[in-house]
T-cell receptor, first 113, second 111 residues
Framework: KAGVTQTPRYLIKTRGQQVTLSCSPI?????VSWYQQTPGQGLQFLFE???????NKGNFPGRFSGRQFSNSRSEMNVSTLELGDSALYLC????????????FGPGTRLTVT | AQKVTQAQTEISVVEKEDVTLDCVYE???????LFWYKQPPSGELVFLIR??????QNEISGRYSWNFQKSTSSFNFTITASQVVDSAVYFC????????FGPGTRLSVLP
């Protein structure tokens, strides 16, 4: 069974630009969560999508947004990039909602210069 | 509000020593799920164990064991006879309507 895939794996962007990251969950998994991981803040929850609907959202500004498609694939978008957005962005998929364990992708390393 | 505390930022042990990683959580929900994940140097987080709030049975899996105590809101993780391959960052996580991770404990097992 294929794992969670994330593209691209590495990205370098300039401050003020926008970026879109993609996540393909494990086949049959309907929930996708996004996290930002940084050395200083650890793993912070961005949002969760289930059946194309955003179910929960973390404490991030509106520049961070996401969506989920009918095939459960998900994208997250960050607009007007800031230097502080440099981080590892992790995607995790689960079969259902909060009772299930999460399966994580390798992440997208975003560097904002 | 939900919160997970892992008081140990870094732990170093010598191979074959036992080590316990602490996790304390806060939630007002009566139904919740607790997890441990391992993030090896390669980077990908790997699921280790899940516990729901109604199941306080301790669990042992090989060299790993978990002690869940609702009375102290703790879900501690013990590695017996540690090995170099256990070196990783370990995260405790709490799932309710939102998903909260602790800050992680970096475990270094020295040969």
């Amino acid at each position: 069974k294929a794992g969670v895939t994330q593209t691209p794996r590495y990205l370098i962007k300039t401050r003020g630009q926008q970026v879109t990251l993609s996540c393909s969950p494990i086949s049959g998994h309907r929930s996708v969560s996004w996290y930002q991981q940084t050395p200083g803040q650890g793993l912070q929850f961005l949002f969760e999508y289930f059946s194309e609907t955003q179910r929960n959202k973390g404490n991030f500004p509106g520049r961070f947004s996401g969506r989920q498609f009918s095939n459960s694939r998900s994208e997250m978008n960050v607009s007007t990039l800031e230097l502080g957005d440099s981080a590892l962005y992790l995607c995790a998929s689960t079969k259902g909602l909060f009772s299930d364990e999460q399966y994580f992708g390798p992440g997208t390393r975003l560097t904002v210069t | 509000a939900q919160k997970v505390t892992q008081a140990q930022t870094e732990i170093s042990v010598v191979e074959k020593e036992d080590v316990t990683l602490d996790c304390v959580y806060e939630t007002r929900d009566t139904t919740y799920y607790l997890f441990w994940y391992k993030q090896p140097p390669s980077g990908e987080l790997v699921f280790l164990i899940r516990r729901n709030s109604f199941d306080e049975q301790n669990e042992i899996s090989g060299r790993y064991s978990w002690n869940f105590q609702k009375s102290t809101s703790s879900f501690n993780f013990t590695i017996t006879a540690s090995q170099v391959v256990d070196s990783a960052v370990y995260f405790c996580a709490l799932n309710t309507a939102v998903k909260v991770f602790g800050p992680g404990t970096r475990l270094s097992v020295l040969p």
